[in-house]
């Protein structure tokens, strides 16, 4: 009896202890290393966070320093996003920051949060600092400034120069434009029986019959002939054959009837090399310029050709 009393009474001492302490404490292992500890402003750096912690944890690094600015500057600036991956049981964070005032900047980090079944654990990051040292002399008077830049002076352009030269250049343009047009000028149209006798002087000028050429002699006046006959005469054309020319100007009568034959001679002596003689080549242009003076009376009768071939039938009369 006195073994079964004991051993409820050692049971009663035993038992409200064990109902205290359920499960063990959550063991958070955390450091930290700023690298490198000492820079200058602008000057990048990386904050190396660990933590070591169970199976099974969950860890909530933060996302970044407290941006909340100081005198209008923003002390510590994350570069980029956090790089976070795990080693087995440890979870390693990493943050590339930038600092920007001088002197012991804290990291302004959060905390890290690990939880577990319901328990959690935040390791602190509040000593996380950097120290950014400054660029200037430990002396300030010793500084000595550049001095003071001159003020921007604009160069004096002479405008009235470069106003006479653009004149010039577009008095240089107009004139040559003047003289382009002049050049390319419509000609003044030449009345085609002051054209005719201005070719017949020019073949006569040749001397063609001279230098025994009678044969080129004969052509080229009954050529001129026929540019005459197309300009002045309306339905005639230089590239008419003989007959039809002859269909369309309707010779008249007195010296115009000679006309056909002297075109069919031509004929022969362009197209069959046919021989004519200096003084058959000589009659023919007589013929050509009398036809040619002839067909112009008739056309134009006020010409001063017409007044003439008039006068002088008023005197033979």
């Known amino acids: 009896m006195s073994f079964v009393t004991l051993a409820l009474l050692l049971w009663q001492a035993i038992a409200p202890q064990a109902a205290q302490n359920p499960r063990a404490a959550l063991s958070v292992q955390m450091g930290y290393r700023v690298n490198p500890d000492t820079v200058i402003i ?9 933590v070591l912690a169970p199976k099974g944890v ?4 933060p996302p970044g320093p407290d941006t909340t600015t100081g005198n209008g500057v ?10 976070v991956t795990m080693l087995g049981d440890t979870a390693v964070a990493l943050y590339h920051l930038v600092a920007w005032d001088i002197g012991t900047q804290p990291l302004r980090f959060p905390d890290v949060r690990v939880t577990f079944e319901g328990q959690e654990r935040r390791p602190t990051l509040g000593g996380a600092s950097v120290f950014v040292k400054s660029v200037l002399p430990a002396d300030t008077s010793l500084r000595i400034p550049k001095p003071a830049r001159p003020l921007i002076v604009l160069p004096v352009i002479n405008w009235l120069l470069w106003l006479g030269l653009l004149a010039a250049a577009i008095a240089v343009v107009l004139l040559w434009w003047a003289w382009r047009r002049w050049r390319n000028r419509p000609k003044r149209p030449v009345d085609p029986y002051a054209r005719a006798q201005q070719e017949f002087a020019r073949i006569d000028a040749r001397h063609l019959l001279e230098d025994g050429r009678r044969a080129e002699y004969f ?4 050529d001129v002939a026929r540019e005459y006959l197309a300009a002045r005469v309306p339905g005639v054309r230089r590239s008419d054959t ?7 100007m309707k010779p008249g009568s007195g010296v115009e009837m000679d006309l056909a034959r002297l075109l069919e001679q031509a004929d022969l ?6 021989d004519v003689s200096i003084e058959e080549a000589r009659e023919a242009g007589r013929t050509l310029r009398a036809v040619i003076d002839h067909v112009e009376a008739r056309v134009n009768p006020e010409s001063g050709v017409a007044k003439r071939i008039a006068a002088a039938k008023e005197r033979a009369a």
């Open 42 to 50: 602008g000057q990048p750096f990386n904050l190396f966070i660990k």
């Open 58 to 61: 969950r860890f909530e690094f």
């Open 74 to 83: 923003r002390p510590i600036e994350l570069r980029g996003e956090k790089v």
């Open 219 to 222: 052509a080229a006046m009954v």
């Open 242 to 248: 003989t007959s039809e020319l002859l269909r369309t």
């Open 269 to 274: 002596v362009k197209f069959a090399r046919a």
